[in-house]
């Protein structure tokens, strides 16, 4: 059932889902975590079909925030609120909230959405496009135990993934970093059948697809070795050679769907690794909601260091320094382990160069 | 899986645990459970990407077949019983390490190429040599594929692979038969190489026993005899013997569910908390609690056997058992039984274990039902207290997998009156598309060698001493009861719980 509620407050939202739930016969069921998403008129469509489809696996609250834009300078400072309850089979297992935020109220979102968080459950806020530069410090974030952006939306991903790393708190993760997950269990497992120690890297994919960046840092964070970054048309990633003492392992996934794992002295074999949907990524994201430690080391290693000892590699110097200062500046607000290796990490790199 | 893979780390949580190199050889493979359960469970690994690339799968039966028509069988079975979406892709990477050998069990021929089968894979698929044996056969050829297997060298170890031999109940049919039958498997493969397959044992309720017993702090303190009054497990099904007359006549309820899946579910609901949680400190835990289980002097009283009539059915006529194909009209095989067991430990002394299973009776279910005392006092007088029953937690394990807790609560209005409400919590809501069936979670894990989820031949042996002192006097004494089909069972087992005060759920 729907029920729509115009220039309407929290609470009269929050009357309405209790009297939906009474009318529809459920009482509140087993909800696991209330997902807030932070979107635009256009993109709200497909991001709430999307966390519908993974609310049959996390039953949830989803609050949709769609921040309308103001045409006139007198919109903008009178402000309204329209709301959206749906209940039952229109929301999938959970319960939806749109929320249209007209003029001013659209700085003071948190306002409208901390009354309606499930209480006692965890909060999941996600931006499907246009992510704040700090999640952690967005009025919004700051509600969350969980961030998740997508820097593949963003229209500079490398420079997004920078701004991410630097603003960085636990919690943050990136859907670009999900979708790479089929790739890091096949590669991880390609070396569990070998014994070989790895040489160098080559990760090959589409220009502006920072999840390609992603698995490089990973990568290189977890091998210690140089990676080189290198371009194809495409779809998405396309191929990843290790250079191994054993000679190489290749994992080639040319059409987007069914890929190739060689590995030398071993015969070739076809895995699966189909690029998945929305609603598959965020199901993934949904299942752990603890600081997903992997990402941020990957994720800190840092753009700029991939291609190290490729002939592209033309930062000189000075780019080694920079990323010294960037690795001390992340030092010095982040969890002093991970940091500390970083920083000697870029320190070694600027000496070596 | 090698430790020092610079990629694998275990704050590293959304990288799955992926089965090493490894295949899979199913014997009996035309049969029903390997078409049903078992296949499905393979593809659904492979589509949650659980499946190590150059996974094989060979399958063995007398059948005529050739690879192609092995394969064709295994993708039918996939779609019509895979619980994940059928992919394309999925399949092709599982079609490339698909083979099937032709043969009978006792045929020598057939298991040398079993044997070069599987070299040829080692080669092809680069499955190193890691091989589990599914014995997927009736009782009375495991000990031939046993030692052909022996004969044939497919159970030897060699440098860093490993052989297992996964085998599905019955484990025997007494004490003895199961241990002629574990000298038969250990003979061949080491304890560590063999996984009993109880279904139960992997169905995502029933470790939740242990997530919601151990991990919480609610639930301990109240579990043990100063506050539960008794416990009742019931694994109750609405299909007759179907055409399984052959098997379970002569078998029977009691030691076909009751010695396997309910002793195991009262293990678990029972046991003391293991030290860890790993294979040992379970299978320790729950050796104590089978080993500590009594059965009451008398046991006339305190067993009850039945056999299902005709009857009604869910609105169907349906045959009793007597009157089934295959069954001699004299059988006295049990189709329902009740038992009353006392676990003889401190935490458990007095409070009886009530386990029941049957065939035809009011609807599928299995479920375990830990029943509290009544308040020791109340400030309510007795007309307002009326309809309270005993406050429950109950474990449903299928369907509808979950957890109800049964409590008083006062009706609104204006006199003091309380009544029994549930509070549920629902496993199908909560996070029903990612649990996984009993036998991927099995599957998985013999081929990972995480063996949490199996009994052992203690446990089994355990258990056929607990069921045998019946089965004996069951012998010697009178006949099974009969209930009518559709009910919950003979009106003995109700008058054996009244004898104690008490009833049954119905569930």
């Not at chain 1, 990568?219 to 970054?229: G, T």
């Not at chain 2, 089965?19 to 493979?29: E, H, N, Y």
């Not at chain 2, 401190?346 to 830990?370: M, S």
Request: with cysteine; proline share 5%; aromatic share 8%.
């Amino acid at each position: 059932m729907k029920t729509d509620l115009t220039d309407t407050t929290a609470s009269k939202v929050n009357k309405a889902l209790v009297q939906g739930r009474r009318a529809i016969g459920t009482p509140a069921v087993g909800m696991v975590l209330t997902l807030v998403i932070v979107t635009d008129e256009e993109n709200a469509y497909d991001a709430l079909k999307a966390a519908n489809e993974a609310s049959r696996e996390h039953p949830s609250r989803t609050l949709v925030v769609i921040k309308r834009v103001s045409r006139s300078p007198r919109d903008r400072t009178t402000s309204r609120l329209d709301a959206e309850v749906r209940l039952g089979a229109e929301a999938g297992t959970g319960e939806t909230v749109v929320l249209r935020l007209y003029g001013e109220v659209i700085n003071h979102a948190q306002s409208v959405v901390l009354p309606l968080l499930l209480p006692d459950a965890p909060v999941v806020v996600w931006w499907p496009v246009n992510a704040p530069l700090d999640p952690a410090n967005d009025p919004l974030g700051a509600l969350a135990q969980r961030r998740v952006t997508d820097t593949y939306a963003a229209e500079a991903p490398v420079r997004e993934l920078n701004a991410r790393a630097e603003a960085y708190t636990p919690g943050d993760t990136d859907l670009s970093w999900t979708r790479i997950t089929p790739w890091r269990s096949m590669l991880a497992a390609a070396l569990d059948q070998v014994t070989c120690d790895v040489d160098s890297v080559e990760v090959e994919g589409e220009e502006f697809n920072p999840s390609c960046e992603l698995l490089a840092m990973w990568l290189a964070d977890r091998l210690e070795v140089p990676v080189k970054r290198s371009l194809s048309s495409g779809p998405g990633l396309t191929a990843v050679r290790l250079d191994t003492s054993c000679g190489p392992i290749v994992l080639d996934r040319a059409d987007g769907t069914l890929a190739t794992l060689s590995i030398q002295g071993q015969p070739d074999r076809a895995v699966a690794l189909k690029r998945r949907d929305t609603a598959e990524l965020m199901a993934e994201e949904l299942r752990r909601l603890d600081p997903d430690d992997t990402y941020a080391s990957a994720l800190r290693f840092g753009v700029d260091r991939l291609n190290a000892t490729a002939d592209t590699a033309g930062s000189g110097s000075s780019g080694g320094t920079a990323t010294a200062t960037k690795a001390a500046q992340v030092a010095k607000d982040s969890p002093a382990g991970v940091a500390e290796t970083l920083a000697k990490k870029a320190a070694d790199k600027a000496a070596a160069e | 899986m090698s430790s020092s893979n610079p990629l694998r780390d275990p704050a590293d949580r959304r990288l799955p645990r992926i089965a090493g190199p490894s295949g899979l050889v199913i014997f009996g493979v035309t049969g029903d459970l390997s078409r049903k359960k078992l296949m499905p469970a393979v593809y659904d690994l492979a589509n949650r990407g659980l499946l190590p690339p150059g996974f094989s799968l060979v399958g063995f039966a007398r059948r005529e077949w050739a690879h192609e028509d092995f394969a064709q069988e295994v993708h039918d079975a996939v779609k019509e019983h895979a619980r994940t979406p059928f992919r394309e892709e999925v399949w092709q990477q599982l079609v490339q390490g698909m083979r099937f050998v032709q043969g009978t069990f006792d045929d020598d021929d057939a298991f040398d190429r079993l044997r070069s089968t599987i070299e040829e894979l080692d080669k092809a698929q680069g499955t190193g040599g890691n091989f589990a044996f599914y014995l997927s056969v009736p009782p009375s050829a495991f000990p031939v594929v046993i030692q052909q297997l022996k004969k044939h060298k497919l159970a030897d170890q060699s440098d860093g692979s490993w052989r297992r031999a996964v085998i599905e109940k019955p484990f025997g049919h007494d004490l003895k038969s199961a241990e002629e039958l574990n000298a038969i498997v250990h003979e061949v493969f080491g304890s560590d190489q063999v996984f009993r397959i109880d279904h139960y044992l992997g169905k995502e309720t029933v470790q939740n026993i242990l997530a919601l017993r151990f991990a919480n702090t609610m639930f301990e303190p109240i579990w043990n005899r100063s506050f539960v009054d008794h416990v009742q497990i019931t694994m109750a099904e609405d299909i007759g013997i179907g055409g399984r007359a052959g098997y379970y006549d002569g078998i029977g309820a009691a030691r076909d569910v009751i010695q396997n899946h309910l002793l195991q579910l009262m293990a678990l609901t029972a046991m003391e908390e293991p030290s860890s949680f790993d294979a040992d400190a379970l299978a320790a835990e729950k050796v104590k609690v089978l080993g500590a289980t009594r059965l009451p002097k008398d046991l006339g009283k305190s067993t009850v056997r039945g056999q299902y009539a005709s009857g009604w059915q869910g609105g169907e006529k349906v045959a009793g058992y007597l009157q089934e194909d295959g069954i001699d009209p004299k059988s006295k095989t049990d189709t329902f039984a009740a038992i009353k067991v006392e676990v003889d430990n401190r935490r458990w002394a007095g409070v009886p274990f009530y386990l029941r299973t049957g065939k035809r009776l009011g609807r599928r279910v299995t479920e375990i039902a830990v029943v509290f005392q009544r308040a020791p006092h109340s400030p309510f007088d007795h007309t307002a207290t009326e309809e309270l029953g005993q406050n429950a937690i109950v474990f449903r394990v299928q369907p509808d997998e979950g957890v109800t807790v049964r409590f008083g609560s006062k009706v609104p209005g204006t006199s003091m009156e309380i009544r029994d409400v549930s509070m549920d919590f629902a496993y199908g809501e909560s996070f029903t598309e990612s649990s996984p069936e009993a036998y991927e979670r099995l599957i998985l894990d013999v081929l990972l060698g995480d063996s949490n989820l199996f009994p052992r031949t203690e446990e089994v042996e355990l258990s056929w001493k607990i069921l045998d002192p019946i089965e004996q006097y069951w012998d010697k004494h009178g006949k099974p009861a009969q209930y009518a089909s559709g009910t919950w069972g003979p009106v003995e087992a109700d008058e054996m719980l009244e004898r104690d005060g008490r009833s049954w759920r119905r569930p």
